[in-house]
């Protein structure tokens, strides 16, 4: 993993983000529980090593910078982890609850918060849309986090009853994500969005952050 470290280390210090030594062996620890898995079942198409360190992990850090500390997060289809468990090992303090449809890939995330003894993430096997039927996750959260997931119109309606009041949904998406902007979004979220050049993969992408307008009685 000696390969992965160095190009998480130089892809991190490409967009200033910093990262210490432990939090570094963390990410590996993430890496080599995901090839493991990932030759029994298919978690991720990426399997090269350094594409996985700049395409996952340095992604994850990239859109990390954009979020508010300290907050409760939910992540939708997060799949291998991605951005959950690396914005969580740069950013203890977040309480974090991975959400996806696939058993195998909730089994894999709660090893690997095991794995990694980390605190205060978890992730549940679950389509969001039931959770909002829940009231322990009905407008319980201050940042809703999804990456490559849906297009903006179907994410905003699957995240908008997740969040608390003021809070914001991060969608990490590619560089033609603000033409997923719609008039009806538009009139439900104030839009702001930050762009970023993934170092060393040659690719554009956009946070897109939506925070949901005051209605008026």
Request: hydrophobic fraction near 45%; glycine fraction near 6%.
């Amino acid at each position: 993993m000696k390969q992965f470290c160095q190009d998480l280390k130089k892809g991190a210090d490409t967009l200033g983000v910093k990262v210490s030594p432990d939090q570094v062996d963390l990410m590996a620890a993430h890496a080599r529980e995901l090839q493991l898995w990932n030759a029994k079942m298919n978690l991720t198409a990426i399997t090269d090593i350094r594409l996985m360190a700049y395409k996952h992990f340095v992604d994850a850090l990239a859109a990390a910078q954009f979020l508010e500390q300290p907050s409760r997060i939910m992540d939708i289809g997060s799949g291998a982890g991605f951005p959950a468990v690396p914005m969580k090992v740069i950013c203890p303090d977040f309480d974090v609850t991975m959400v996806d449809a696939v058993r195998k890939k909730v089994s894999f995330l709660n090893h690997v918060a095991r794995t990694l003894k980390l605190d205060k993430i978890n992730a549940v096997h679950a389509r969001v849309e039931d959770l909002a039927k829940d009231p322990g996750h009905f407008q319980g959260y201050d940042t809703v986090t999804a990456r490559g997931f849906a297009d903006l119109g179907k994410l905003a309606a699957l995240a908008g009853p997740m969040l608390a009041p003021g809070g914001r949904i991060y969608a990490l998406k590619g560089a033609n994500a603000l033409a997923e902007i719609t008039s009806e979004i538009e009139k439900r979220f104030q839009i702001t969005h930050r762009s970023y050049t993934l170092p060393f993969a040659d690719a554009q992408r956009v946070v897109v952050i939506l925070k949901a307008r005051r209605t008026h009685a």
